[in-house]
């Protein structure tokens, strides 16, 4: 069984996410969607794990319809804080994900520092586990991002959310804003 996973912190969710989930998606059996930050609340992480979480699983269903089935959303915490990125946290990454998917292989994509991830793993998994499917940010859906998307909540920006975010996060940018706001 091919597996595809997913790194995102989905603050929050939006079409550059679900252009990445689409493209694992075809691209194998299962994907793992590991909501990250999962334990931060803050300034670059307003929004709970818990919306994040019923957010994505709700633009899931709308966007892939019967193929949602084979998207599973997880929390996941970081292991100190965002900036470490060290073999500990790629050690602790890889043991959330193969005790998710049940296997020791992957493929993971990723859209954000890639250069990054390429650090995580030490050389044996990367050489003989996972393999990455790394894109530039700028070459997923006009480099859109969550900083973007919580711009255009804050200022309600209802043209470029349009165009920006799924039916959910639309119907809940006002919600949203307070989270947002409460940290600006």
């Known amino acids: 069984?091919?597996?595809?996973?997913?790194?995102?912190?989905?603050?929050?969710?939006?079409?550059?996410?679900?252009?990445?989930?689409?493209?694992?998606?075809?691209?194998?059996?299962?994907?793992?969607?590991?909501?990250?930050?999962?334990?931060?609340?803050?300034?670059?992480?307003?929004?709970?794990?818990?919306?994040?979480?019923?957010?994505?699983?709700?633009?899931?269903?709308?966007?892939?319809?019967?193929?949602?089935?084979?998207?599973?959303?997880q929390p996941l915490n970081d292991l100190?804080?965002?900036?470490?990125?060290?073999?500990?946290?790629?050690?602790?990454?890889?043991?959330?994900?193969?005790?998710?998917?049940?296997?020791?292989?992957f493929t993971l994509y990723y859209s954000d520092g890639f250069q990054i991830v390429m650090e995580w793993f030490p050389s044996f998994i990367t050489r003989d586990f996972v393999s990455f499917k790394l894109n530039a940010r700028g070459a997923i859906y006009n480099a859109l991002s969550a900083t973007k998307v919580r711009e255009m909540i804050r200022t309600n920006d209802v043209e470029g959310m349009k165009e920006a975010v799924p039916t959910v996060v639309m119907e809940n940018a006002l919600f949203l804003k307070h989270f947002i706001d409460a940290f600006n």
Not at 29 to 57: F, H, T
Not at 82 to 103: C, Q, R, S
Request: aromatic content about 6%; overall charge neutral; charged content about 25%.
């Open 1 to 73: 069984m091919s597996a595809g996973v997913i790194l995102a912190r989905l603050q929050p969710i939006h079409n550059g996410h679900l252009e990445l989930i689409r493209q694992a998606l075809n691209e194998n059996e299962k994907v793992l969607l590991l909501v990250g930050s999962a334990d931060k609340v803050n300034k670059r992480n307003p929004i709970p794990i818990s919306l994040r979480i019923e957010m994505a699983n709700k633009a899931i269903a709308e966007k892939f319809g019967a193929d949602a089935e084979r998207i599973c959303v």
């Open 80 to 105: 100190t804080d965002e900036t470490d990125n060290n073999h500990d946290w790629g050690f602790y990454l890889y043991a959330n994900i193969v005790k998710n998917i049940k296997t020791p292989f």
